[in-house]
């Protein structure tokens, strides 16, 4: 965590340094002296003690004692993150012997002096917000009272600066409103100079801006309505109120804002707030701690020492950084108070452990090729080594290919590698950096591959009905007493049949009537249901390494003969059960897998063409779980049929009309899922 009064310090010394800067240059131009050194000559007064006691209602007394008695009171100004309230005594030095004094009182936390010049700044720092009266002189004594700001609840105040030009009169030049990347609204204002005096309010759901005894053009009085950018900003609102100017922000849902101010633009960003801070600071790129700042024509070397201050670096700066600027933050991390700076006056760092070194982008960019071409100037002249390498588990030419790689080099133009594939041992030549690339690449990938067992399961069940119903009327005559029906060749009586209809392979139930010899009546009842389910399963199973194809096939070879005009041949077609899979080991343990998976069973002939061939495939691309199920394919087959044997208008009779037909009826019913499981083999059934 960042010591709050640690930081304080250095940032009230700095912005006493300015002041008292500006103070001494306005002097001396006004009697017209150029040497600063003579208004150091006078008397000077000096803080010569702080106290602080607690008064009833949580009010707490501050009494500043003085070196001598002092006419007007000091400058005081507040703000609100993290809050304090900063007193400027002029003419005055630090007669403590200490720069900052603890205090237990209340939300007093400590008080810090710091000294610039003939300047001193006195600041209070507050566990909360508190409101003050003026300070009271009382004799060599300046006395005031801080208050619970509980009037304020809903309203927190910001005063980035004060107008420090008197009753000069400035104003808004332009108000610009524009999304930016990462969702936030971004109003950016253009002020006709850096000494604008500019305080924020947050009351209730908007977020008011006042710019201190400025005015208006009459193309900037407008109220905007900037809901489509999709951010969290809804209304601008811009409208003059006595001497200054009021920039009213609506947002909507739960919001933050934090402003800056970089010359003469001032720039206000209001975000979404989202639950988790450190995953939104990571997602804008700026994790530092917050912080506020407000300085004016404040040199760019001050700044960053104020930077370096608040992070604890070690900060060089080159000679050539040069240049001030008006720098006005609140609530904004200091890394990105760090780019803010240098984009403004064209800087870049570099960061070497707790080392920052902060130059003009050109001249960092002018070091860094000097020191490139040294180095590239030192590789070509240092002398080449050579290491050798025994492979364990991948192959000395790939792994030579791949070092030695023209279009991705991992070796310098000067190294070489040479394989012995006796021994699968590389040798590398090359310059040292060169060979600690090699031997980090080497020991990567010279690892044993993990292994995957990918079993595959065809499950085909069937299901099959049949019915038959049906009659059957057989009427028999003999010739031998009926005219014509005699056969004289060979002397048997030949006789007539009538069957009215038929069916074989059925179960039947029959009734034979002879009315005389020779003659005969039969009549049967044909009646049969047949329920079937099987069940087929087939099950390959196949072990590969990762990334490395495999396949696995089991069938038979259907022989059949071929006529040519070269004579007859002996064709063999395949009927396989086979498995061809490819797995590929993600970085969660889950495997992806290219497979390919068919089923061939023998059909019926067809003719000189040879035997038919019944084909089930799967050709897909999955991802599945270590040791999960998962179905990869499915065939649902469903045939029907009925048939109907007949005689004409007799079969139509009821009840007599079975001895006449005979109807069957059949249905099929077929399934066929495809189930796959893959399994990643443990390290310790792995070769290693």
Do not use: C
Request: hydrophobic share 40%; net charge neutral.
């Amino acid at each position: 965590m960042i010591h709050i009064k640690y930081v304080m310090r250095n940032i009230v010394w700095y912005i006493a340094a300015i002041s008292v800067f500006h103070a001494i240059n306005a002097s001396a131009q006004n009697n017209g002296i150029n040497s600063v050194d003579a208004n150091l000559t006078g008397s000077m007064n000096s803080v010569e003690s702080i106290t602080a006691s607690r008064l009833p209602g949580g009010e707490v007394l501050v009494k500043i004692g003085l070196k001598q008695e002092i006419s007007t009171p000091p400058e005081v100004f507040t703000i609100g993150t993290p809050p304090r309230i900063a007193l400027t005594f002029s003419k005055t030095s630090n007669g403590l012997d200490k720069k900052s004094q603890e205090f237990g009182e209340g939300d007093l936390r400590s008080a810090t002096v710091v000294q610039a010049g003939e300047r001193t700044r006195l600041v209070l720092n507050l566990n909360r917000m508190l409101t003050y009266d003026t300070p009271k002189i009382d004799g060599n004594s300046l006395v005031m009272i801080l208050k619970p700001a509980d009037g304020m609840a809903g309203s927190v105040v910001s005063t980035f600066a004060e107008s420090r030009t008197g009753k000069q009169k400035h104003n808004l030049r332009d108000i610009d409103f524009h999304r930016g990347k990462n969702g936030e609204g971004r109003i950016q204002v253009d002020l006709s100079d850096p000494n604008v005096g500019i305080d924020i309010k947050q009351q209730g759901k908007v977020l008011l801006v006042d710019f201190l005894k400025t005015s208006l053009p009459g193309n900037l009085k407008r109220k905007l309505d900037v809901a489509d950018f999709a951010t969290p900003v809804q209304i601008l609102d811009t409208f003059e109120q006595g001497e200054n100017v009021r920039l009213v922000i609506e947002p909507k849902n739960q919001w933050e804002y934090s402003a800056y101010q970089a010359d003469n633009k001032f720039i206000i960003e209001v975000k979404q707030i989202i639950e988790d801070k450190k995953a939104e600071k990571a997602r804008l790129g700026y994790t530092g701690e917050k912080l506020t700042l407000n300085f004016q024509n404040i040199t760019a070397r001050e700044a960053l020492s104020v930077i370096a201050d608040f992070t604890n670096f070690n900060i060089v700066i080159s000679d050539t950084v040069t240049g001030s600027l008006t720098l006005r933050l609140k609530d904004v991390p200091w890394d990105q108070a760090l780019d803010i700076i240098l984009q403004s006056k064209g800087l870049d760092k570099r960061v070497n452990g707790n080392v920052m070194q902060v130059a003009p982008r050109e001249e960092i960019a002018t070091k860094e090729k000097i020191e490139l071409t040294a180095n590239q100037d030192i590789a070509n002249l240092e002398p080449l080594r050579t290491e050798s390498f025994q492979l364990s588990y991948m192959k000395g030419a790939d792994m030579a290919t791949l070092l030695s790689n023209d279009k991705q080099r991992i070796l310098s133009k000067r190294g070489s590698a040479v394989v012995d594939t006796r021994t699968n041992t590389i040798f590398v030549q090359d310059i040292p950096s060169g060979l600690d690339e090699a031997r980090k690449i080497i020991k990567q990938l010279d690892v044993a591959v993990r292994q995957v067992i990918i079993e595959a399961r065809f499950v085909e069940a069937t299901e099959s009905f049949s019915r038959i119903l049906g009659g059957k009327l057989n009427s028999q005559f003999n010739a031998t007493n009926v005219p014509g029906y005699y056969n004289p060749g060979t002397g048997i009586a030949t006789g007539s049949t009538l069957n009215l209809p038929g069916q074989g392979g059925a179960a039947t139930l029959g009734m034979v009537f002879t009315a005389a010899a020779g003659q005969a009546l039969s009549l049967e009842l044909s009646a049969s249901q047949i329920d079937g389910i099987s069940k087929s399963i087939a099950s390959p199973r196949v072990l590969t390494a990762d990334s490395t194809p495999a396949t696995i096939s089991t069938g038979t070879q259907i022989p059949y003969q071929s006529v040519s005009a070269a004579g007859t041949t002996t064709i063999f077609k395949d009927a396989l059960l086979s498995l061809t899979v490819t797995p590929k080991i993600t970085p969660d343990d889950k495997v992806n897998m290219k497979v390919t998976l068919s089923q061939d069973t023998q059909g019926p002939p067809a003719g000189t063409a040879g035997p038919t061939i019944n084909t089930k495939k799967i050709d897909t691309q999955v991802l599945v779980e270590n040791g999960g199920t998962l179905v990869v394919g499915g065939v649902y087959s469903q045939n029907e049929s009925e048939a109907k044997n007949s005689v004409p208008l007799l079969a139509d009779i009821p009840l007599l009309g079975w001895f006449f037909k005979n109807e069957t009826i059949a249905r099929d019913k077929r399934e066929l899922l495809v189930f796959i499981t893959p399994k990643i083999l443990s390290d310790s059934l792995n070769f290693r």
